[in-house]
C-alpha cells in the first residue's frame, strides 16, 4: 500500500478524529469549535460517500452509473420511510 493510498483511506477519520479534539478542547474559540464542527461532517460525509459507492460496486451491476442511482434511491427510501413514520 503506498502513501497516496494509505492517506485516502485514512483522512476522513483523522479528520473525525482532528474536529472531535477541538470541540472537546475546553475553552475554545468560537472559530475552532466551528472547525471542528466543519470537520466531522466532511468526515461523515466522505466515509458516507464511499460507503455508497463501494456498496454499488458490490452490487454488481454492469452500468456503475445506475448503481449509484439504485443505492441512493434505496437510501432516500428508507429515509423517507423513517420520516414517515416519525423516527
Given at each position: 500500500?503506498?502513501?497516496e493510498t494509505l492517506w485516502y483511506e485514512l483522512s476522513?477519520?483523522?479528520?473525525?478524529?482532528c474536529g472531535v479534539f477541538s470541540l472537546s478542547y475546553?475553552?475554545?474559540?468560537?472559530?475552532l469549535k466551528g472547525s471542528g464542527i466543519l470537520l466531522i461532517i466532511a468526515a461523515?460525509?466522505?466515509?458516507?460517500l464511499r460507503w455508497v459507492y463501494r456498496r454499488?460496486?458490490?452490487?454488481n451491476i454492469e452500468n456503475a452509473a445506475s448503481?449509484?442511482?439504485?443505492?441512493?434511491?434505496?437510501?432516500q427510501g428508507l429515509l423517507?420511510?423513517?420520516?414517515?413514520?416519525?423516527?
Open positions: 500500500m503506498d502513501l476522513p477519520y483523522l479528520y473525525a478524529v475546553g475553552s475554545a474559540s468560537w472559530l461523515l460525509t466522505i466515509v458516507r454499488a460496486l458490490y452490487l448503481a449509484l442511482k439504485q443505492a441512493r434511491d434505496q437510501d423517507w420511510e423513517e420520516e414517515r413514520q416519525g423516527g
